[in-house]
């Protein structure tokens, strides 16, 4: 299961996002599901830097992407777009794909709700 989290901040503005897992969908190159949310999760990140313009944080290994920004920069309606679309966009995945993609949505500190699988 491919679990996905969007962060958002105390004044509810977003503030990062974490991938987890698998959705051990189809073998390895082949994995239609996990190309889709790859694709967007990639696309929010180049979209914030090289759009956006801002400082990202990113860390990335196997199975595993974070993406986090600066808390000055969260007001901003390009991030806030940028953020709202790739949660839109891998919340129609998960709600097709619930065996394999889960997003969820976490105030930071506490869990404030969950969608798909």
Do not use: K
Not at 47 to 62: I, N, P
Not at 64 to 87: F, G, K, N, P, V
């Amino acid at each position: 299961m491919l679990e996905v989290t969007f962060y958002r901040d105390d004044r509810d503005q977003p503030a990062g996002l974490r991938a987890l897992g698998h959705t051990d969908f189809a073998e390895y190159g082949e994995d239609i599901v996990c190309a889709a949310v790859s694709a967007i999760l990639q696309a929010a990140r180049v979209g914030l830097t090289e759009y956006a313009q801002l400082d990202v944080q990113a860390r990335q290994a196997a199975g595993e992407l974070e993406l986090a920004w600066r808390e000055e920069d969260r007001h901003l309606e390009s991030l806030r777009a940028i953020a709202a679309t790739a949660q839109l966009a891998v919340g129609e995945i998960a709600r097709r794909y619930p065996d394999h993609v889960r997003v969820r949505e976490e105030r930071l500190g506490r869990n404030v709700g969950a969608s798909g699988g």
